[in-house]
């Protein structure tokens, strides 16, 4: 099915020809009906105030061409001159049976006609009209509101379509930008002067676009640092290959290089699958379980004290802490900052896991103001110039599990700080 292209100019445009024909409609009903009732109060008192000063006889200063009067008197009638005129009724006997009440309205021969009756003496005087008088009341009063209504319309409408353009406008230049966005040469600032709606969205495009630029320049860095970091063990990987084939280097010693820069390369693939595993796990929902906290640290105090003899591992706990998630997630996230103590502790390592917080501690250099911030940030360049994937991992996999991790330089040392998000239960 296709659809017919309309912008948001003739969408307008035909919108006000819709509302000017729904009320110029409803002004032909809805306004005679209201009209109406008022016009005919108006027409009862204007046939009363003259039967009020008759007397006995016809004052002929008082009849007008629109008027005609009755008297009747012992079954008698006796009318004006004029009746016949404004009644179209010659034989006036047939009026009794319309002339019931004090005042109404009757319908002969498809009109409509008002009269108002005063008894007094044993006479009835009666004053008739016909609806003359209605009608171009309705016809001043249309004539008098219907020009009025046309020129607050007309003003109405050439409000709406100067705004309607200004708005078309701005969203002409939102539409420029966004087919725009990629290009540097383009002049993507916003002049919009009314801080409205749209000025907002077109604030909101400005950041996505910068949003985007940083990203593109963060991917492009992230690839040159992944490049870097995976050329270096395969180019170390093909000296001793080469160094062999040329015998300047003896089998065993380059295999023992080969196979430790093999792990090294190994560990950095396995952690650039789990990084990218986590971003599609990120925003799905873990099994979250409580952990035995203890065991967990335990065990890998046994798994990583044996790398490093000359460190001391000190571990503290609560035993009534509560710690959730699963044990894989939490395995990840030790054994990532473990490795990474590994390589800049001193002498000390301390595990303190007490009031549902854990606190990993070394007492190695402390980490430069400057590099704090984007610190788990991927491939980002990091201590001692270094690129990693490890707390990164570290980073995504707390968020997963509800967790945050905050780092803090200490007097001597770094410690870094576990705690659960309070949105969690």
Avoid at 25 to 31: D, N, R, T, V
Avoid at 99 to 124: A, E, P, R, W
Avoid at 362 to 379: Q, R, V
Avoid at 390 to 410: C, D, P, R
Wanted: a positive charge; charged letters at 25%; glycine letters at 4%.
């Amino acid at each position: 099915m296709s659809y017919k292209k309309l912008n948001l100019s003739k969408q307008l445009f035909y919108i006000i020809v819709i509302v000017f024909v729904i009320f110029f409609i409803s002004i032909g009903i809805i306004l005679p009906k209201t009209v109406i009732p008022v016009a005919e109060k108006n027409i009862y008192s204007y046939l009363s105030e003259p039967l009020k000063l008759m007397q006995s006889d016809f004052n002929k200063e008082l009849t007008s061409s629109e008027v005609a009067y009755l008297y009747i008197i012992n079954d008698k009638i006796v009318n004006s001159d004029n009746l016949s005129d404004v009644l179209e009724i010659k034989n006036t006997s047939i009026l009794k049976k319309y002339l019931t009440n004090d005042y109404g309205k009757f319908i002969y021969k498809h009109k409509t006609y008002y009269y108002y009756k005063v008894q007094n003496s044993g006479i009835t005087r009666i004053a008739l009209t016909g609806d003359s008088y209605i009608r171009k009341t309705k016809e001043s009063i249309l004539n008098a509101v219907i020009p009025i209504i046309l020129i607050m319309f007309l003003l109405i409408g050439m409000v709406l379509i100067l705004w309607s353009t200004m708005i078309v406008l701005k969203i002409d230049r939102l539409k420029q930008k966004v087919d725009n966005i990629d290009r540097e040469d383009y002049n993507h600032k916003i002049n919009f002067k009314i801080d409205d709606e749209i000025k907002s969205l077109g604030l909101a495009l400005e950041d996505m676009r910068i949003s985007l630029k940083d990203q593109e320049e963060y991917r492009n860095q992230m690839y040159q640092n992944i490049s870097h970091d995976f050329k270096t063990p395969l180019t170390v990987i093909k000296s001793y290959i080469e160094a062999v084939q040329d015998e300047v280097e003896n089998s065993s010693t380059a295999l023992a290089i080969i196979e430790e820069q093999t792990e090294k390369l190994e560990n950095k693939v396995h952690s650039l699958l789990y990084l990218n595993k986590l971003e599609y796990l990120k925003n799905s929902k873990a099994d979250i379980i409580q952990v035995d906290m203890e065991k967990l640290l335990s065990e890998e105090v046994e798994k990583f004290k044996w790398k490093r003899k000359d460190v001391e591992f000190k571990l503290e706990m609560d035993h009534k802490s509560q710690y959730f998630g699963t044990n894989e997630h939490w395995e990840t996230i030790l054994d990532n900052l473990l490795n990474n103590f590994m390589r800049y502790a001193e002498k000390t390592i301390k595990i303190t896991a007490k009031q549902n917080k854990l606190i990993l501690y070394n007492d190695g250099s402390n980490i430069d103001n400057n590099l704090l911030e984007g610190i788990f940030t991927p491939f980002r360049k990091g201590i001692k110039g270094e690129f990693g994937l490890g707390l990164s991992i570290v980073k995504k996999t707390l968020n997963i599990i509800g967790y945050n991790i905050v780092i803090k330089n200490e007097k001597k040392g770094v410690s870094f700080i576990i705690t659960r998000n309070q949105h969690k239960s």
